[in-house]
């Protein structure tokens, strides 16, 4: 969803009651003080490694905590409310995860191998990621949604050695498909095994409580986030270990989180927000934090709150449109008092729902611009700044986002243009797994790190989103690339010919519709539609699936053969083409 036009007089407007007084007590003080003095090489001595020179996340995250004065914290809060509700100090995920390491090593699994890690969202999810840390091997996390074309296209770009996942997923897994993987580990697996599976609980209740991380470098991989773009299918963004020190000094400055915090997070590891933020951040500050299994649900969110009293809390605006849609009766019955701050991810997020969320809370949510690629918030709104609503906010102390030209030279106030990032920030990613020439891409304006979004920026600095320059779909949050969507869609039987659109949606951001001229012998009908969308559904994933087809005798593309999203876009407003003189006969 686009922001307010760049021309609207009200873009300005300060809003009072978000003014803070000036004594605020939040971890970052001072903004434009800490713009003229702050430096990343501080944050380092925040660390072990910068004494030692040993570095392994999961030294930093958990082992130096259950050595001190947090060993009896709990780092993990966890409640399915159904079967479990557990708690894990960070002593007790020192021992699960060196159990987990153990269980990896004896299969062989060695440092920098990938490991495919394809839960629901339980704590062995989060042991299974750390525990792979641990012996220097690279997480891949997966979703738990993606289906078989989805795990086939992410498990074999990375070549992943072993797969952590449950006998119910695993039928997901396409196993000829995928000759460099070598095992899998299955969690609640029951009965019998085959030669190439290792039960989880059998395996981790022989394994020893103590294993020494693997000790690496600042420049080693951390983990692979797969993520979409405008072409091509999903691309491995790898990140190193020394992005820590970039999630530690956000989750401190802009999630404002402290020891005392209880901090919920409701994104998935499967998706950046569910690592850097769900993970890393917190736990490199020894905070506790919350996680929830089991699907969105608005009265168990605000039980949530209520029953861990949740004072930080980190979410994405399609999930405060859709409390926000569910009414205002359901959070009455809870207690909510216990909220500070609330931060925002993932889309823009509309007045409406900032003002709604304001109401229910007393807090209105910050912005926090970022992406799987910047593996950390770049632009935020902050505690002790004021911001403006509807405003993505200002760059991160000692990063530097600006709008730019194609060529690369900084536009004035109010002008529409290109996001980008000045490179060198601690979490950039490091590579494109296997692909140097997709890395290259972001680079393509020379000296920036180009972020596919636009923006402008007003004349106190700060930073309003706009919109993707390309097809990149958000949907729900959830970043979506047409091609996988498209390429999904051909290979049903009764699908010529498919081109994908992100449509505007007023909860889930935008919807994913999709434009299809049929095979010879196939009739227009809404029962093929639902056919052809349940079958994007089995294949991919659920949130890629098209809630809108519109059947059409052509699909336009160029001569060259893309297809012009851009006239799929202009013939769902209903609006004319415009020039289509590049487009094929
Ligand atoms: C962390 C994450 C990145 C894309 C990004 C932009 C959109 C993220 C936003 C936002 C407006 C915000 N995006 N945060 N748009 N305001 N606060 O979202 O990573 O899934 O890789 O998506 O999401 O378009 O380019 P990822």
Redesign the pocket.
């Known amino acids: 969803m686009a922001n307010q036009p760049v021309d609207a007089p009200s873009l300005l407007t300060n809003v009072e009651w978000e003014r803070k007084p000036p004594s605020i007590d939040a971890n970052l003080k001072d903004y434009a003080e800490a713009c003229r003095t702050f430096r990343w090489e501080d944050v380092e001595r925040e660390f072990d490694w910068s004494r030692t020179g040993k570095i392994n996340i999961v030294h930093e995250a958990i082992d130096r905590h259950a050595a001190g004065t947090r060993r009896d914290k709990v780092a993990l809060y966890y409640t399915d409310y159904d079967t479990r509700d557990e708690r894990y100090t960070f002593d007790d995920l020192k021992r699960h995860t060196s159990k987990f390491g153990h269980v990896l090593k004896r299969l062989g699994v060695k440092r920098g191998d990938r490991v495919g890690i394809f839960l629901p969202r339980t704590p062995e999810l989060y042991v299974a990621i750390l525990g792979t840390h641990r012996i220097g091997a690279i997480p891949v996390p997966l979703f738990e949604a993606f289906m078989e074309q989805a795990i086939q296209d992410r498990l074999s770009d990375s070549a992943a050695i072993a797969c952590v996942t449950t006998p119910a997923l695993k039928a997901r897994i396409p196993r000829p498909a995928l000759p460099a993987l070598k095992h899998l580990i299955l969690v609640g697996a029951g009965g019998t095994l085959a030669a190439d599976e290792v039960g989880y609980e059998q395996a981790m209740a022989g394994a020893p409580e103590w294993l020494e991380p693997e000790w690496l470098t600042k420049d080693d991989g951390l983990i692979i ?1 797969y ?2 773009g405008s072409t091509g299918k999903s691309k491995g ?1 790898l990140h190193r270990q020394y992005a820590m020190v970039g999630h530690y000094q956000t989750a401190k400055w802009a999630l404002d989180l402290r020891d005392e915090d209880i901090y919920w997070c409701t994104a998935d590891p499967g ?3 569910g690592t ?1 933020y769900g993970i890393y951040g917190p736990w490199t500050l020894g905070v506790s934090s919350v996680v929830i299994g089991g699907r969105f649900d608005p009265d168990r969110w605000y039980q949530t709150i209520q029953k861990y009293r949740v004072s930080m809390w980190y979410s ?2 399609t999930a405060y449109r859709m409390l926000m849609s569910a009414g205002e009766a359901i959070p009455k019955p809870y207690d909510l008092s216990s909220l500070r701050h609330i931060c ?6 509309n007045p409406e729902a900032l003002k709604w969320m304001k109401k229910i809370t007393g807090l209105a949510p910050h ?8 593996g950390m ?1 770049i ?2 709104n902050y505690r002790s700044l004021d911001f403006k609503i509807g405003c ?2 200002k760059p991160f102390p000692g990063t530097y986002a600006t709008v730019v030209d194609d060529q690369g030279k900084e536009l004035p106030p109010f002008e529409l243009g290109n ?1 980008v990032v000045k490179p060198g920030w601690p979490s950039m990613m490091k590579a494109i797994w296997n692909n140097p020439a997709k890395f290259d891409e972001y680079f393509r304006i020379p000296g920036w790190y180009v ?3 636009t923006a402008m920026k007003d004349a106190d600095g700060y930073l309003w ?1 706009q ?2 320059a390309d097809d ?1 779909i ?1 949907t729900a ?3 979506v690339g047409p091609f996988e969507v498209e390429s999904a869609l051909v290979a049903h039987p009764a699908v010529a010919e498919a081109g994908v659109i992100g449509k505007p949606d007023a909860v889930r951001g935008q919807i994913i519709k999709a434009f299809i001229a049929l095979r010879k012998g196939h009739e227009p009908s809404d029962a093929l539609k639902q056919q052809i969308a349940g079958f994007v559904k089995t294949n991919l994933a659920a949130h890629a699936a098209p809630r809108e087809i519109a059947f059409v005798e052509k699909v336009p593309k160029t001569r060259s053969g893309k297809i012009m999203r851009r006239v799929l876009r202009a013939w769902d407003r209903g609006e004319p083409v415009g020039d289509i003189s590049t487009m094929e006969e």
């Open positions: 986030h993520t979409s963004a998706w950046v927000t850097s994405a605006p925002s991810v993932g889309e823009p997020l912005e926090t611009w970022w992406m799987t690629e910047t918030q632009i935020c993505t906010g996001l972020s596919g979004d989103y919109g993707r990149v958000k949050g959830e970043r």
